[in-house]
T-cell receptor, first 115, second 115 residues
Framework: NAGVTQTPKFQVLKTGQSMTLQCAQD?????MSWYRQDPGMGLRLIHY???????DQGEVPNGYNVSRSTTEDFPLRLLSAAPSQTSVYFC??????????????FGAGTRLSVL | AQTVTQSQPEMSVQEAETVTLSCTYD???????LFWYKQPPSRQMILVIR??????QNATENRFSVNFQKAAKSFSLKISDSQLGDAAMYFC????????????FGTGTRLQVTL
């Protein structure tokens, strides 16, 4: 009963390095999203996807890339890490269902530090 | 764009007492959902309660209940019989039915529970 799985849990990068944050869900959810959480600012949407092959930008997309080749996976790529990307990153998934009120299920988060 | 405001950065409650966390939101939509999420020190985002805007009846989940005032765009969370395990960050979140993968969060309220 895995739900939403994020890897890694912690990561330290140097400025300019690239990396991919992995997100996988086993609930056959169509919708997946990436958020970042910074102190005093709540969670903000980076990118989201409403199905395989379909992605769109959220509130804070700059510096991040996403793709969705399968229903299960939604990786987040940092092409050239910057200290401003130091944050906690959450992946979430949901199913479009009025009865279930579109509940989003969250992964455990990835704490990223960029030096 | 929708906004969610939590005006109480920190709250404190004694064990077994009742506390109310405030949330207001701004939207021009008529059909949407509202949520309260709990984030304990483990960082996991846990759904506490949800409310569908088309339902007039306030949602309840065991010791948790909401006061949903649609005209005033207010959505407060009441925690009754507070327990030590209720200590956490609490986030109010908004989702409109046309953007089912895009949650908008408030900045959070840190709840402390004392003996």
């Amino acid at each position: 009963n895995a739900g939403v799985t994020q890897t890694p849990k912690f990561q330290v990068l140097k400025t300019g390095q690239s990396m991919t944050l992995q997100c996988a869900q086993d609930m056959n959810h169509e919708y997946m999203s990436w958020y970042r959480q910074d102190p005093g600012m709540g969670l903000r949407l980076i990118h989201y996807s409403v199905g395989a092959g379909i992605t769109d930008q959220g509130e804070v997309p700059n510096g991040y890339n996403v793709s969705r080749s399968t229903t299960e996976d939604f990786p987040l790529r940092l092409l050239s890490a910057a200290p401003s990307q130091t944050s906690v990153y959450f992946c979430a998934s949901s199913r479009p269902s009025r009865g279930a009120a579109n509940i989003q299920y969250f992964g455990a988060g990835t704490r990223l530090s960029v030096l | 764009a929708q906004t969610v405001t939590q005006s109480q950065p920190e709250m404190s409650v004694q064990e077994a007492e009742t506390v109310t966390l405030s949330c207001t939101y701004d939207t021009s939509e008529s059909d949407y959902y509202l949520f309260w999420y709990k984030q304990p020190p483990s960082r996991q985002m846990i759904l506490v309660i949800r409310q569908e805007a088309y339902k007039q009846q306030n949602a309840t989940e065991n010791r948790f209940s909401v006061n949903f005032q649609k005209a005033a765009k207010s959505f407060s969370l009441k925690i009754s019989d507070s327990q030590l395990g209720d200590a956490a960050m609490y986030f109010c979140a908004y989702l409109d039915t046309g953007t089912a993968s895009k949650l908008t969060f408030g900045t959070g309220t840190r709840l402390q529970v004392t003996l």
